[in-house]
Structures are given as structure tokens and as C-alpha cells.
């Protein structure tokens, strides 16, 4: 059974950096692209970063500057480095995977982690 585990996330002071990890575990899968959401309580859920199994990044333009997507394709594995953290960045933030099911007929899936809580205070 596939599955998207997050952690890093936390309470931290405005302008303080926080780092998120993401990781695929299970089998019989390929990771294709990856990325971060974040949902602030009554909002929409908004999409932070976005990677390529290539390592091609976007960004939304409010994190522009401040976070880097990364990953490590060899431990199906992405991060999220955030700085100069604010408080408009506090929201639950999620991981996010399009995979392809290696089964007799491969098919791709779409896989969202738990959610990780990221309070920023001023």
C-alpha cells in the first residue's frame, strides 16, 4: 500500500526557517511529480511548490524567494525549505504525489499525505 508520511512542521517566530519532508513508502510504484499544498483555516487549499521527476520547480508567487522544493528521487522523497517565514505562511501543509502504479496495467493515482501543522508567530 502506497502512502505519503510528512513531518517537519512545528512553531516557529516570524522570519525562522522551517524544513518539510515527504516520503513515499510502500511498492511497486513510480514517483512522478511531487509537491506541497497548504490550507489556512477558511480557506482554500492553495498549491505552495511543485517539482518534476526531472527536478523542474514552480513556485507560488507568494513563497517566490523564500521556499525551495527539492527531492531525492532514490529515497521517493521531497522536501520543502522554508525562510523568512511569516505569519500569513501559518496553515496545514500537505504533500503531494502523482504516481504510477507498476501493476500488470499501469495506471497513475494521485497520493496526499496527512497534513503537517506550520504556525509562524509574530
Known amino acids: 500500500q502506497v502512502q505519503l508520511v510528512e513531518s517537519g512542521g512545528g512553531l516557529v517566530q516570524a522570519g525562522g526557517s522551517l524544513r518539510l519532508s515527504c516520503a513515499a513508502s510502500g511498492s511497486g510504484f513510480r514517483v512522478n511529480a511531487m509537491g506541497w499544498y497548504r490550507q489556512a483555516p477558511g480557506k482554500s487549499r492553495e498549491v505552495v511548490a511543485a517539482?518534476?521527476?526531472?527536478?523542474?520547480?514552480n513556485y507560488a508567487a507568494s513563497v517566490m524567494g523564500r521556499f525551495t522544493i527539492s527531492r531525492d528521487n532514490a529515497k521517493n522523497t521531497v522536501y520543502l525549505q522554508m525562510n523568512s517565514l511569516k505569519p500569513g505562511d501559518t496553515a496545514v501543509y500537505y504533500c503531494?504525489?502523482?504516481?504510477?502504479?507498476?501493476?500488470?496495467?499501469?495506471?497513475?493515482?494521485?497520493?496526499w499525505g496527512q497534513g503537517t501543522q506550520v504556525t509562524v508567530s509574530s
Open positions: 517539482i518534476t521527476s526531472g527536478g523542474s520547480t
Open positions: 503531494n504525489a502523482n504516481m504510477t502504479i507498476l501493476s500488470v496495467r499501469p495506471y497513475q493515482s494521485t497520493y
